[in-house]
């Protein structure tokens, strides 16, 4: 173990093991957008995102999502879930990669339609 791990919070630790531990006892949404945003590891990445996820944070840290993070993969789960109309318009016309594009052309359809409202009932 590196000294400089001795120092830092353990979402930082150099070992990706002890990085996705540390995920599980982080209740902040900015510290776990940090993670997804920043790990140099995808499954860490993914690890925060889904906690995150769980934590129902408000759409800001989505939009944050949206805006740093470079995984595909993470932009498109982030789409799925924003409600921000807005925001979804802008990554529908200007998202680098074509994939998560559509997936927010096709979550705006699903909320002005409100499919999902009228499955609810």
Sequence with gaps: ?????????KWKHSNADVRIEAIG???????LAEIVV?????FVRHEAFAKLRSLEPD??????LMRESND????????KIM??????????K???YLYVRDAAEHRLD???TGIWDKLAQ
Excluded: C
């Design 72 to 79: 595909e993969e993470i932009r498109r789960k982030t789409v």
């Design 1 to 9: 173990m590196g000294l400089l791990n001795l120092f830092r919070p």
């Design 38 to 42: 920043a790990d140099s590891e995808w």
């Design 25 to 31: 006892a982080i209740s902040d949404p900015r510290t």
């Design 110 to 112: 699903e909320l002005r």
């Design 83 to 92: 409600t921000d109309v807005t925001e979804l318009e802008r990554v529908a």
């Design 59 to 64: 759409q800001g840290h989505y939009a944050r």
């Design 94 to 96: 200007e998202d680098q």
